[in-house]
């Protein structure tokens, strides 16, 4: 008697054997009828990695057809010999190899089987490479897409950052069939010095958003060792030097460190883009239901940095979160920006202070009176007045309306006198928030 069971489980494998075996004899008819020639490849998406490595394939002898959502990005490309094509679909027409180098899973997914996306012009024995940092769940998705068209796919997202790109040198981490990779190496050689292979589809995606959780944490801890530093007054410089050649140092301190103590912002991977990979990693770990409190604290700080609108620069800017919080420049010496300020020359600008003193339990009287500001010092403010105060009374300092500054709290811990019958108060300010320390600092320099 016949087993149906057996009977379909293996009409199923012949099915899937088959689909295997035709997919990859189309792949050989269609490179064969190619012959030996050097393949053609279309890139799409010419941002800060993807322009590049579109040139380093000109370099190397590859035909090249470029596509960019804005098309003024391809017209470099195309004075060293590139074709560009107006959609993603048009790109892929024509070509052995189509590169995909996007921002985000919602662009990659629209570029490939979006309306006029790469499946409308493709066709059995193509490769797709996706070089983008996606989730794996859409190379995935892809990869699925694809093979349904006889169409090879590999995820290969790519470290190194934008030097890398333009010397050629990057590292690609590729999901995908290795067969697939063997064919196309030549093509990965052309933008890279070492080509990865991690597994299945998806393993690329994997790889790279683990690397990047690294990258995002390695970043702060840079950052935070550079503020320590300068808060204590040293040469951040040299404690640079101590960290190339330590036991601290990583990637990042060789090619940020710099950068951050020189106030080179000059995007090379965006801070918008560091935080959409180290939220990619998140919906991973959760995914994966596993604690990963570092990577949680590095999703923080970029976060900020986005909200202070640091987002297309360099994902070093966010130094400029820790500065706000010390209310420092990474790299000035605490002692020589104290110096400075004492150097300054008086202010003049005028405010209103609002005293209040309490004249028995529960009741308390207060008055407005007249002072101006001296100087701005790295906790509080210098006022002049004719108005005599009490060493820790409270005052509440009204700015001008031009300053648009909030009223802020201040106690007053020196009180100077001179003989023209003036005063000189340090107030030490309470519940200022790092904005406005900012907005207050740019309304005194200006006034300087």
């Not at 965006?270 to 604290?297: C, E, G, H, I, Y």
């Not at 600008?349 to 010092?377: N, R």
């Amino acid at each position: 008697m016949l087993n149906l069971t057996v009977l379909s489980l293996e009409y199923f494998t012949f099915q899937r054997k088959s689909k295997c075996v035709i997919h990859s004899h189309l792949a050989k008819c269609y490179n064969k009828g190619r012959g030996d020639s050097m393949k053609r490849i279309a890139v799409i998406g010419l941002g800060t990695m993807g322009k590049p490595m579109a040139a380093n394939l000109l370099k190397s002898g590859f035909e090249v057809v470029v596509y960019n959502r804005s098309a003024e990005k391809s017209a470099e490309l195309v004075s060293m010999g590139a074709r560009a094509a107006s959609t993603p679909a048009e790109a892929a027409q024509d070509v052995d190899v189509i590169i995909t180098m996007l921002s985000n899973d919602a662009v990659v997914l629209e570029a490939v089987l979006g309306d006029n996306g790469v499946v409308h012009g493709v066709r059995a024995g193509q490769t797709v490479i996706d070089c983008s940092t996606v989730s794996p769940d859409t190379s995935k998705r892809i990869g699925s897409e694809l093979l349904g068209r006889a169409v090879d796919f590999l995820d290969a997202p790519v470290t190194g950052s934008k030097p890398a790109a333009d010397a050629g040198t990057l590292v690609f981490m590729i999901g995908g069939e290795e067969a697939v990779l063997d064919r196309n190496r030549p093509v990965f050689e052309a933008m890279g010095s070492k080509i990865l292979y991690m597994g299945p589809t998806g393993s690329g995606s994997y790889a790279k958003l683990a690397h990047n959780t690294m990258v995002g944490i390695n970043a702060l801890g840079l950052v935070e060792g550079l503020s320590i530093v300068t808060k204590a007054g040293l040469d951040a410089e040299q404690f640079l030097q101590i960290v190339l050649a330590g036991s601290a140092n990583s990637k990042q301190a060789e090619l940020k460190g710099g950068k951050i103590v020189g106030r080179d912002f000059s995007n090379q991977f965006s801070l918008q883009l560091m935080l959409k990979d180290l939220l990619l990693a998140s919906d991973v770990t959760n995914r994966f239901q596993m604690p990963s409190p570092m990577l949680k604290a590095a999703s923080g700080v970029f976060q900020m940095g986005l909200s202070k609108g640091l987002g297309e620069l360099d994902l070093c800017a966010v130094a400029q979160c820790y500065e706000d919080w010390m209310n420092l420049q990474i790299g000035k010496s605490a002692v020589s920006e104290e110096r400075r300020r004492a150097s300054r020359i008086q202010l003049n600008i005028p405010l209103h202070l609002s005293v209040h003193q309490w004249e028995q339990e529960g009741a308390f009287m207060g008055q407005t009176i007249q002072g101006t500001l001296y100087d701005l010092s790295e906790n509080g403010l210098q006022i002049i007045s004719e108005f005599p105060l009490a060493q820790d009374m409270f005052v509440v300092i009204h700015f001008p309306q031009e300053a648009s500054l909030p009223p802020v709290t201040g106690r007053v811990i020196r009180v100077e006198s001179d003989n023209n019958g003036t005063f000189r108060y340090g107030c030490l300010l309470s519940g200022l928030a790092p904005f406005d320390r900012l907005q207050l600092e740019a309304y005194i320099s200006n006034h300087q």
